[in-house]
T-cell receptor, first 112, second 115 residues
Framework: SQTIHQWPATLVQPVGSPLSLECTVEGTSNPNLYWYRQAAGRGLQLLFYSVGIGQISSEVPQNLSASRPQDRQFILSSKKLLLSDSGFYLC???????????FGEGSRLTVL | AQSVTQLDSQVPVFEEAPVELRCNYSSSVSVYLFWYVQYPNQGLQLLLKYLSGSTLVESINGFEAEFNKSQTSFHLRKPSVHISDTAEYFCAVSDPSDSWGKLQFGAGTQVVVTP
């Protein structure tokens, strides 16, 4: 069966520190991968999506970057966190030809 | 471009009462439609989806949604809610011709069920 895992579940980081959130998918090959951010009361914002290894599309300009070093691995990073980077980050995937997204458990980031 | 509007940001409801969450979308092409549910501090889970066929779709836990093409709506309903239905609900749309299947989400509706 298809599964998705992301970690860490919670993270408290000082302003200016680096960030790395990791997401892995099992049970499928060549998935589309997504990073979303959910800020309080603001719904879901698509940050990045990837259709293959090394192929990253950014939806909004920001302080974050994404990488896909392996087919089923998706990493969200920042070199220097800002207060505004706080939020709930969700990794998701789908297989080509379907619209249904499968979400990870989420990572709550608090920047102090 | 597609967009999704969820008309209510928060819906308070008493236990065992009915609830309706409204969702409207804008698109000039055919669409796939989804409702997701998010419990506190968790990821989103698919509740139900419309891809084709019958316009009334049901979930295993008593929710149903009806695709209305003329009104471009996909409202979610449950005739009798439980405390455990307290969660945030997201409506989403995608374009079947988009092989990448990117979803466009609404802003979400917070349902709070009280005894």
């Amino acid at each position: 069966s298809q599964t998705i895992h992301q970690w860490p579940a919670t993270l408290v980081q000082p302003v200016g520190s680096p960030l790395s959130l990791e997401c892995t998918v099992e049970g499928t090959s060549n998935p589309n991968l997504y990073w979303y951010r959910q800020a309080a009361g603001r719904g879901l914002q698509l940050l990045f999506y990837s259709v293959g290894i090394g192929q990253i599309s950014s939806e909004v300009p920001q302080n974050l970057s994404a990488s896909r070093p392996q087919d089923r691995q998706f990493i969200l990073s920042s070199k220097k966190l800002l207060l505004s980077d706080s939020g709930f980050y969700l990794c998701a995937f789908n297989s080509r030809g379907t619209g249904e997204l499968f979400f990870g458990e989420g990572s709550r980031l608090t920047v102090l | 471009a597609q967009s999704v509007t969820q008309l209510d940001s928060q819906v308070p409801v008493f236990e065992e009462a009915p609830v309706e969450l409204r969702c409207n979308y804008s698109s000039s092409v055919s669409v796939y439609l989804f409702w997701y549910v998010q419990y506190p501090n968790q990821g989103l889970q698919l509740l139900l989806k419309y891809l084709s066929g019958s316009t009334l779709v049901e979930s295993i836990n008593g929710f149903e949604a009806e695709f209305n093409k003329s009104q471009t709506s996909f409202h979610l309903r449950k005739p009798s809610v439980h405390i455990s239905d307290t969660a945030e609900y997201f409506c989403a749309v995608s374009d079947p011709s988009d092989s990448w299947g990117k979803l466009q989400f609404g802003a979400g509706t917070q349902v709070v069920v009280t005894p």
